[in-house]
């Protein structure tokens, strides 16, 4: 099932040590640097950026990946996860 991920997550995931690191950050680093979570728009990342990476990357039909001209082995590689060549 393609989110599954998403319905019955089996991880939690930590930034625990991400954010003692930051806390170290000059206010120059802070702003480079933004790794507090809370400061993320998550429903704009996740209908604008995530949910279209998956509808061009993941969620393609095999014939639809197999019409698009490659750029090379190695850059198709990193595209696609082995699963799905």
């Known amino acids: 099932m393609t989110f599954s991920f998403y319905a019955q997550p089996r991880c939690r995931f930590r930034n625990d040590a991400l954010l003692a690191l930051a806390a ?6 802070r702003a480079l640097y933004p790794v507090d979570a809370r400061l993320i728009d998550w429903e704009d990342y996740l209908c604008r950026v995530h949910m279209a990476g998956l509808n061009r990357y993941a ?3 095999k014939e639809a990946r197999a019409a ?3 750029q ?3 850059s198709a590689a990193l595209r696609q ?3 799905m060549r």
Do not use: D, I
């Not at 170290?24 to 680093?29: A, L, N, V, W, Y």
């Open 24 to 29: 170290r950050f000059g206010e120059s680093e």
């Open 59 to 61: 969620l393609k039909r």
């Open 68 to 70: 698009v001209p490659e």
């Open 72 to 74: 090379g082995a190695a």
């Open 81 to 83: 996860p082995e699963a």
